[in-house]
């Protein structure tokens, strides 16, 4: 592989070596921005695996607590139960906008998370489901099949917050209870196939750091690079155009619910989905491809980022706490629409990496 990252196909032994050796490949000297096959493993040992690791931990405490609270009904089994969705609703904004390989593989993207949800699909289908109580559709992973709008995050949610019944003991809660506990065991396996597609023998990870002519996905390392960078790209545009542009356009106080506004989620949802994404930036070293005449993009992106922290996604401060730098809503968005253009023109221009199109380009 030459200093502008060109895979020359290493033989099985070197290719053996690699892997083993340099799974986390070390920093490019100072001033010497690494190879894309170094930005490509950095950013797998560093953000991907870690975060999909973290979603499949979280999401597997799931079932207990919800079975918790459907045995004993109990107070202090409900806010169990509602900081292990909020944990797992936040590891989910960590990964959500990976949209290629595991989470493009059997619709897992939308049965882990049918949102947003414009039409109130959602709210129709389990107004149905429930009505029909029918216990063989999730019962031995049948609940699987079902539309996804009935099966993940959302679903779960509202069962939770539902008073009519509340989840517990009673004999009205019956099939409330095992479809709640259907959901979470279907979260629990979703996040497991997940991460276990990223890092098993022959998964998406090892079809990242194994680019060749052989290779049905990637050729050289500038493609798998060029994921990494659109999954970034992706989840800006997410966060700005579905999540915080809605606020700004809504119209006499109309304000759109953000994700999981029942549960009280949204700011948490937004802060762990701009941390997850600063992270990806931060693990790609994305700034160190610049030159010399651009090194002021650097600081124009540390201050969009900060934008994007000290704002809760709603017109507030960060982390809820008052600071006098808030910035209104509407320049978050700007600066954000800002990043976005100069990760997808000027970095990665000087990255040498082919964006194209992203999903959500059109929408």
């Known amino acids: 592989m030459n200093s502008k990252g060109h895979w020359k ?129 999730i019962q031995g992973g049948n609940l699987a099949k079902q539309s996804a709008a009935i099966q993940g995050l959302p679903a779960l949610e509202r069962l939770m917050t539902d008073t009519e019944p509340p989840l517990g003991p009673g004999d009205d809660a019956k099939f409330h209870c095992a479809y709640a ?80 506004a029942r549960l009280k989620l949204s700011s948490d949802y937004y802060a762990a989905g701009v941390a997850s994404l600063h992270q990806l930036y931060d693990a790609m070293q994305i700034e160190s491809y610049l030159p010399d005449d651009k090194l002021w993009i650097k600081d124009w992106a540390k201050g969009a980022w900060h934008a994007m922290e000290a704002s809760d996604g709603a017109g507030g401060a960060g982390n809820g706490k008052k600071r006098v730098d808030t910035p209104p809503l509407r320049e978050v968005v700007s600066r954000l629409g800002g990043l976005r253009q100069l990760l997808g023109k000027e970095m990665a221009s000087a990255a040498g990496l082919s964006i194209g199109f992203n999903e959500l380009d059109g929408d």
């Not at 490019?28 to 991907?48: D, F, I, M, R, S």
């Not at 390989?101 to 049918?114: D, I």
């Open 9 to 137: 196909r290493p033989t099985a032994v070197g290719l053996a070596a690699l892997l083993a050796g340099c799974w986390l490949v070390s920093e490019a000297g100072a001033g010497e921005p690494q190879t894309h096959y170094a930005l490509v493993a950095n950013t797998l040992a560093k953000h991907v695996i870690p975060h999909v690791t973290q979603l499949k931990e979280t999401a597997a405490a799931l079932p207990a607590r919800v079975e918790a609270v459907c045995k004993t009904g109990d107070a202090a089994a409900r806010d169990h139960l509602k900081a292990a969705f909020a944990d797992v609703a936040k590891a989910w904004a960590g990964v959500e906008f990976l949209r290629f390989g595991p989470l493009a593989e059997a619709g897992r993207r939308e049965r882990f998370s049918f949102w947003p949800d414009p039409r109130g699909i959602t709210d129709r289908q389990l107004r149905q489901f429930l009505l029909g109580k029918d216990m063989t559709a």
């Open 181 to 260: 506990t259907a959901i979470a065991g279907n979260l629990a396996a979703i996040s497991s196939e997940t991460a276990d597609a990223w890092t098993k023998e022959g998964g998406w990870k090892d079809k990242m750091l194994r680019p060749g002519s052989d290779n049905d996905t990637y050729k050289e390392p500038a493609e798998a690079a060029a994921d990494l960078l659109k999954s970034l790209l992706t989840g800006l545009q997410f966060i700005g155009d579905v999540e915080l542009k809605p606020k700004l356009e809504a119209k006499d106080g109309n304000v759109p619910p953000g994700p999981f």
